[in-house]
Each structure stands twice: as C-alpha cells, then as structure tokens.
C-alpha cells in the first residue's frame, strides 16, 4: 500500500463513492496500479451485442452521454469516474459527461429538464428512492441489457425500467491501531458487547442516511428485533454517535473509536487507499447491500450510446472495473468482490423495491426517532 498523507473524507465523497472476501480487511493495493480492468474477457455474445449498439450510437451522431448520478466522482479520473473512463478507452468515440446529483437536487434537475422540453439528461444512476420518484413519474425508457441477464430479479424492475449495476456494503469498519486486522467482531452481538463498550460509533438514523435504509432493510427483512434495537441504543449512547456515516468513518480513522456500524465500506477503503488505519469488516448477521439504479431517461437524443454505457456496466470489465476502482460489489454473479472486502455469496437478506423504497424510509422514521432520538447536529 502506498502511504501518503490523508484527510477526512467530506459529505461530497459519500456522493461519489456511495451514496457504496472474508479476510476482514480492505484492499492493500492503491488502484491506481491496477491492473487495466479492461483486461478482463469480453463474452463473444455480448461484444456482438455492444458491438451493434456502438456502431449504431456512431451513425445517429448520439455519442455523448450525460449522466446524472449520486456516484460522479470529485475527479474524472477516479472511483466511478474511472470505470466510466474505461469505458470511454473500450469505445473510442462515445463520451459519458456525469454530473453529481441525488435526491431533491436530483429530481428538480430532471423534472424540470423534462418540463422545459430543454433536455440534456439521458440516463440516471441513483439510490432506490430516487429511482422510485422517477418510475413514479413515468419518465424512464424500458431496456433490459442483455448483458444483465443473470442479474437477480431482485434487482431489477419488472418492467425493465432499472437494473442495479453495482452494490455497496454496510456493515463494520474498525481502526487497526486498535483491532488486529482479522480480528474485528463479526456479530452485533459481540459489538454491543461490554468489550467494545464506548469504542462503538454509527451516524445517527435521520431521512434517507445510510443508517436508516440499514435498519429498514433489516426490519424488512426480520432480521433486528426490537430488543437488539434497545440494546444499541443503551450501549451507543447518543454521545458517542455522529450526524453522519462519512463523521462516523473518519472517527475510528482518526482512532476517536475502534468501530463503526453501518459505515459505507467504500468510503473506508479510499481512506485507507491515501493511509489511514482502517480496515473493512464482516459484520455477519447485520450488514445490508444497497445500490443505485440505472436507468435510460426517456426522449434521449443518445439512446444507443446510453443503452451501450448501460450494458457494458454488466459485462465481465464493468464489473471488474466497479470492483477495482468504486470498491462495490458487481451484481453478476460471479463477479470479483473488491480486493479483501468479505465474500457476499451467503448474503440473503431480500432488497427493498425501488417503488417501495421511499415509503418505507418515510413509514420506518418515527420508529428510528422513538429508540435512537432525533438527529444529532
């Protein structure tokens, strides 16, 4: 690993990086050095395939994307930024232009975009409840990717409207200064036990948080009593927890706390990537997977070249290149996990729908308020 000087990463990096192997630990090689993921095989079939739409995107003279996206990376040459770089280097010719938008930002953009006939976006990739707001409004063109065929149904839309590329896990990352790496807990049960006691933080559950949709998909899933939810709240007083999952993580970086819950993994690992004592856990029994839809905005002047970018996300080098530089985990089965992130194959805990995603956060937040109190500032 290459050491240099790091920093606490800000709330615009979850934007880029989340917003996101058993051995306990994440990657110890800079993904700068890695190799291309490019190099990955391209199945015969699916080449065809892309092969038809890139050359279909070069005849209409669509071959500019613009992406809106939770994911646009600070620098084009980083995280997400460098999977749609390579990409661009796969299919010389055909740009992607991502913007970094989420939420209401996102839909003002889109729908207003949308109502002035003045559009410029031409697909999104966003968290469930900004997928959902956009099923809601009709405004998303019908495409299943041959290429993610065997992506779970769970996963995609009955309708074709969306399919999620790439997940992100939150579950545990600890401070290895202060736990061997390996030896972090991998139970919730021995993080609230007394060991860890005042060594435990977590961003505090409020709106659309990383914390909250954990614990909804969790109680979705009958998987966290309200005992348990009891429990963390006595032992994770409100002192001891931050307004934010990205405060979260940059505390057991800093060695303020050993561990945190329900921290974006990724985010963990570009800290660690630039230095920091940190380290990706396997929290078995309580972490949750979440990930953006893409999806094709209907009316594009690029649909071929949209449809390309969108297929290729699925392919052998999309996934691998998410896997490499974004720190998630492809939705192709098979595909590599990031390097020393915990193995996903017995994960089963079922994924919310996009359509649902928004009312149950909505429905789920008084709950969260009743245990864990309001939002810190």
Known sequence: MKISKWRPLGLALLGAAVLAAATGCSSDTD????????SAALDPAAKASLDELYQAAKKSGGTTVTLYTAYASSSPTEGFGKVLREFEAAYPGITVKESLY???????????????????????????????????????????????????????????????????????????????????PTTLDEVLSDKYKGQVTFGQPVGTSPTSFALSTLAYNDAISDATLQRINSQIPLSDRNASVVDAVNNVAQGRYSIA???????????????????????????????????????????????????WLFTAPGQ??????????????GSPAPEGFPSIADYTLRTVPAAEFAPLLNQDAARWQAVFGPPKS
Not at 31 to 38: E, L, Q, R
Not at 152 to 166: G, Q, S
Not at 320 to 333: M, R
């Open 102 to 184: 989420s939420g209401a930002q996102l839909f003002t953009r889109v729908d207003g975009e949308i109502a002035s006939g003045k559009q410029d976006v031409d697909a999104v990739l966003s968290g469930p409840s900004d997928v959902g707001h956009f099923i809601e409004k009709n405004a998303l063109e019908p495409y299943a990717p041959p290429t993610a065929a065997q992506v779970p149904a769970d996963l995609r839309d009955p309708d074709n409207r969306y399919v999620v590329p790439f997940q992100s896990l939150f579950g545990l990352v600890y401070n290895t200064t202060k736990i061997k790496e390996g030896e972090a």
């Open 320 to 333: 691998q290149a998410i896997a490499a530089y974004a720190y998630n985990y492809g939705t192709v089965p």
């Open 31 to 38: 993904s700068s050095d890695a190799a291309p993921a490019s």
């Open 261 to 311: 819950i329900w921290g974006p993994s990724q985010v963990a690992a570009v800290q660690r990537e630039k230095g920091a004592p940190i380290a990706v856990g396997n929290l078995t029994d309580a972490r949750v997977l979440n990930g953006p839809g893409f999806g094709i905005v209907k009316n594009t002047d690029a649909l071929d070249a949209t449809k390309l970018l969108e297929a």
